[in-house]
């Protein structure tokens, strides 16, 4: 395994435990604030790792993804922890370059997606798995960018909405990492675990979590009623 995989391998790694250490602690405190910057620059160093592989290591040496997905969906995810990252660092109510930057970003991966997946699409015998999830990729990107165009055009976000935002963006780039570790990888484990529960499980755990925050969040007093919900203003 070369220096670069092994970093790669082991941000991710940091990246899980640390997601889930940050979802797992009091919001807002600074805990929270602690594990999800390690969060953040895990995804970071991890994403940026899989795009520089996919384009310049070999497949078969890099993992056998395609490097048209494994670059896709690098970018997609430095989106998802970049802008989740600002929603909380931005005064609320308020925008800036960096918000119109990330919703081109969005359109950008979409549409690059949307033609990576045509064109797999198009190959004689090519089976669903080979382009349908360039299509789920494009469609979850096109559904972010919306939400950016939405909040442009209404000069911000704040409140519940913006908690909301953060959420959700951190905890699917969570899933991702979470999903390809514990679903993708499953040839680095022991052979009885192959297929497990247990790794499903944990595959999709960050977005049974992040269902359960969105429903706690938007649906609740917990914004509201809780002391430490301004807590992340201390980060501007």
Known sequence: MS?????????????????????SVRKGE??????????????LTVSALAIYLAIFVPPTAAGGAPPSASVSVGILTIYLVATAWMTVRRKEGCIGRFEKGA?????????????????????????????VPYFVFAAFAA???????RMILRGGI????RIARHLWRMCFALFFAASFFFLGQQK??????????????????PLLVMIFWLIRVRFTNWFKDDPHHKADRSLR
Do not use: E
């Open 3 to 23: 220096p670069l995989l092994i970093v790669h391998v082991s941000a991710g790694c940091v990246g899980i435990l640390s997601g889930a250490a940050a979802l």
């Open 30 to 43: 600074r805990l929270h604030r602690a594990f999800g910057t390690v969060f953040f620059l895990s995804m």
């Open 103 to 131: 919703l081109l970003v969005a359109l950008g991966v979409t549409a690059a997606l949307l033609i990576f997946g045509l064109r797999a699409a198009s190959i004689p015998m090519t089976r669903p798995g080979g382009y």
């Open 143 to 149: 559904f972010a960018a919306t939400g950016d165009l």
């Open 158 to 161: 704040s409140g519940v909405r």
């Open 188 to 205: 680095v484990m022991p052979v009885y675990m192959h297929g497990s529960p247990l790794l499903l499980a944990l595959g999709i755990a």
